[in-house]
Structures are given as structure tokens and as C-alpha cells.
């Protein structure tokens, strides 16, 4: 065996790991912030702030009197307030029994309820935050497409370009385009012919002409989604899918068309790559899509994202509309998020569908290498994952801390120290039971 072969591999292993840690430290950085600062500003005082467990590599004291370090095992962190015990928040009571009445109130056990309910809940509140901001920025950048669609940067494609940049199009083979926001674009492109070729009337430097340009959705990968038939297969961004089993295809939606009508079975793909041909072969795979009535059909899919044959020139989108965006795709994250467990637990879809820690660090280091803004998008999406997964109401978690808090309103005293190690040690079985159960899913899962 050839020692180099193993580079590649090696070199996207690091890749992946690197990937995976950036983003996981980004996100529990953000959310023991959450519990720092909140905890800090009510009073509660903040003793170490940890990124990662185990034995410490660096550590800093602040002229508050915090210690901030860095630890070796980058899985996780935490906040540990005064007077608790460990990470998980248990109480010290030897430390507790020395304290005045003052000092007590510098802890988590003896703060008010108000302020602990807020300590908790700062954790998954600054997920939710940073995702929302993370959106917005991304759909900053972005803009919305120009009104009417105009021609920005033109993709390479195996097909003769006729388009400009800056070419408004009037018409594609005699049908207007929808305007933004308004009719059916779906429709619009069902209704054009699938050949290479089409007419494209345009408006250039002030005058309307008609020139030649390919299909405008082309069978073109934009995206490879990660852990997909594609990203097995070795199908790369920019690549343009040819033909399928040796016929011709020129629209995107005729290789959806097959690979739904497969029923599974192998696929051959010519793809044109930088001027060459080649031969890639791939078999769809079984998948649980969600559907607008919040259900879900299973259909078999390879894993491309399409796009047009252009990139539409946008126009800029201000800082509250693409905050009101933002804050709506946290929301559509979320119930997506619920809707996903909800069917997995009741058996319409597959639990496969629930990924743990190995499925989650190949998803980084795909979408890290299919550029910097699908990896930050990434980042978006797992934060507010990580923020409703802590709002769970499961002891040991923010959401279990909830719980007990909701407890103490309503009966006026907490739940007794017995009880609490019970909880704990209940919820500690069920999160370590769940990490096991998606780990498995990693491994078998096909």
C-alpha cells in the first residue's frame, strides 16, 4: 500500500475535526456567555469560565476575579458560579455554611429565584441571539434578487453564454418571469421547454434584444448537501450533471424526476468539470423531507442543490428587514427541529434522521469546505439547535433547571436535596443514553 494515498484522508480528517471544534467552541462560548454575563449583572458571582473540559491549557484571572481558561477536551464548557460544587451547578456546602448573608447572595442557591431563572435561561437565549444575528448578517450579504431579474455573475457551463452581466431579462422563449414575490415561478419554469438552448429577450444599454443562453435552472450542483450520495460519489460544487443513465438531461428538475423514479437503484452521471467529462456513479437514498402541513414524505434523493444558470444580481437588504428574517429563520429552525423529533419518536420517519457527535463534525468540515459562508450558515443552524436542546425539560439541562425554578414559584420552596441527585441522575442517564443512541446512528445509519 502506498503510504501517500493516506494524505487526502488524513488531511480531511484534521479538516473535519478543526471544522468541528470552531464551530462547537463558537457555540458553547456563546451560550456560557449567556449564563456569565446575565449571572454577573444579577449579582451571581461568576467564579471560572471554561471552554472545554479536562486538564487546562490556558487560564487567565480578570480583575473581577474570574478565572477564564481554556481546557483540553474541546466538547463542551461551563460557567461554575460561587458556591457551587462542580460544572453541573451541584451545591457546596461546606463553602455555603461559612457564607454571610451577603455573600450567600452571591451564589446560585442563594440568589433570588428571579435572577437564577435568568442565569439559566441566558444560555440558550444567546443561541437564539447569535443565530438570529448570524442570519441576518448572511441575508445582508445576500440581498434579495434584483426586480426584474437581472443578470449578475455567469457560471461556467458547457453551454453557449450569449447572456451579460447587467442584462435584464424580459422574456425566456416567450415567457415573462414572475416578478419578485408575485405568481408562481415553479410554474413559470414547468412551462418552458427542457432543451440546452433557449431564447432569452433581454434588455441591454437601453434596448431589447434577443439572444441565446442555456436552460435557466441547468442541471448544475451549487451545493453538495454533506454525508449525501453526491458527497460520497466524489460530485463537487459547479459541477454540471449531463446526462443520467446515457440520457441527456438539461433542466435540474429532469435529474430530480429520475432519482425520485429510481426506487434506489444505482445511478450513472456524466458530469462536465472544468472542461472535461466525467463518469460518476451514485445510488439515491431513501429520505424524510418535511412538507408545508408540517408533515413528512419519504422520496429518494442524491443530495444536489440546483441554481440558476446565473447568479441573479441582488439589491441590498436593510438591517431590520434582514433581522426580521433572521429572527424568522431561527423560528423556522426550530419548528422544523420539533417537528423532525416529534415524527422520529411517534415512527413516521426514520430515528436515523438524528445525528450525534461524528455525523455533526463531517457536516462541519463539508460545509467548511464548501466556503466560509455555508459553514457560518452552519453555525447558525447548530446554535439554535444547541439552544432548544438545552431548553429541554430534562434535569442536568437548562430546560430541567427551568423546571425546578417553575417548581419553587409555584409550592414557594425548591425541590429537597434528595430529589435533586435523583433528577439529576435521571436526566444525566437520559442525555448520556441519547448521545449514545445518535453515536450508534453514525456508525450504522447508511
Not at 446575565?38 to 473581577?64: A, H, M, N, Q
Not at 408540517?294 to 439589491?315: C, D, L, Q
Not at 434582514?322 to 423556522?332: C, E, I, K, T, Y
Request: hydrophobic fraction near 45%; charged fraction near 15%.
Amino acid at each position: 500500500m502506498d503510504p501517500t494515498s493516506l494524505i487526502p484522508q488524513f488531511g480531511g480528517l484534521i479538516w473535519t475535526l478543526l471544522a468541528f471544534v470552531v464551530a462547537l467552541s463558537v457555540i458553547v462560548a456563546i451560550h456560557e456567555y449567556g449564563h456569565y454575563i446575565v449571572g454577573k449583572k444579577t449579582g451571581i458571582y461568576p467564579e471560572v469560565f471554561s471552554l472545554g473540559f479536562g486538564p487546562v491549557l490556558f487560564s487567565r484571572r480578570d480583575g473581577y476575579g474570574t478565572l477564564w481558561q481554556v481546557a483540553a477536551l474541546p466538547l463542551g464548557g461551563y460557567v461554575r458560579f460561587r458556591g457551587d460544587s462542580n460544572a453541573s451547578g451541584g451545591k457546596d456546602e461546606a463553602a455555603l455554611s461559612t457564607m454571610t448573608e451577603a455573600e450567600r447572595r452571591t451564589t446560585m442557591n442563594g440568589a433570588p429565584l428571579w435572577a437564577r431563572s435568568l442565569t439559566v435561561a441566558a444560555g440558550p437565549l444567546f443561541n437564539f441571539i447569535l443565530s438570529a444575528l448570524i442570519f441576518a448578517g448572511i441575508f445582508m450579504a445576500r440581498g434579495e434578487v434584483a426586480d426584474p431579474l437581472t443578470v449578475g455573475d455567469l457560471r461556467p457551463l458547457p453551454a453557449v453564454q450569449a447572456l451579460q452581466e447587467g442584462d435584464k431579462i424580459l422574456e425566456i422563449a416567450g415567457l415573462a418571469p414572475p416578478a419578485r414575490g408575485a405568481g408562481d415561478y415553479e410554474a413559470f419554469l414547468a412551462a418552458l421547454p427542457k432543451q440546452a438552448q433557449l431564447d432569452y429577450t433581454v434588455r441591454r444599454d437601453g434596448e431589447s434584444i434577443v439572444v441565446e443562453g442555456p436552460y435557466v435552472y441547468p442541471p448544475l450542483a451549487t451545493q453538495i448537501v454533506p454525508r449525501s450520495a453526491a458527497a460520497d460519489a466524489g460530485l463537487r460544487q459547479g459541477d454540471v450533471i449531463q446526462a443520467v443513465n446515457g440520457t441527456p438531461i438539461f433542466a435540474f428538475s429532469q435529474i430530480q424526476d429520475v432519482v425520485e423514479n429510481s426506487d434506489g437503484a444505482p445511478l450513472v452521471l456524466d458530469v462536465w468539470r472544468d472542461g472535461e467529462t466525467l463518469e460518476l456513479t451514485m445510488t439515491p437514498r431513501r429520505t424524510d423531507e418535511p412538507q408545508p402541513d408540517n408533515s413528512f414524505r419519504s422520496v429518494y434523493r442524491i443530495g444536489v442543490v440546483g441554481g440558476m444558470a446565473f447568479e441573479p444580481a441582488t439589491e441590498s437588504v436593510g438591517p431590520v428587514a434582514a433581522l426580521g428574517q433572521g429572527v424568522a429563520q431561527v423560528g423556522a429552525v426550530i419548528e422544523g427541529s420539533l417537528s423532525g423529533l416529534w415524527h422520529m419518536v411517534t415512527g413516521a420517519i426514520s430515528t436515523c434522521n438524528l445525528s450525534g457527535p461524528i455525523g455533526i463534525a463531517e457536516v462541519s468540515g463539508d460545509m467548511a469546505s464548501q466556503g466560509t459562508q455555508s459553514f457560518i450558515w452552519f453555525i447558525a443552524v447548530l446554535s439554535t439547535a444547541v439552544g432548544l436542546l438545552n431548553l429541554f425539560p430534562v434535569p442536568v439541562l437548562d430546560g430541567g433547571h427551568l423546571v425546578f425554578h417553575a417548581y419553587e414559584a409555584v409550592t414557594g420552596r425548591p425541590p429537597s436535596d434528595r430529589a435533586l441527585q435523583v433528577l439529576m441522575s435521571i436526566g444525566l442517564t437520559l442525555v448520556l443514553g441519547m448521545m449514545l443512541f445518535a453515536l450508534t446512528n453514525d456508525i450504522f445509519c447508511p
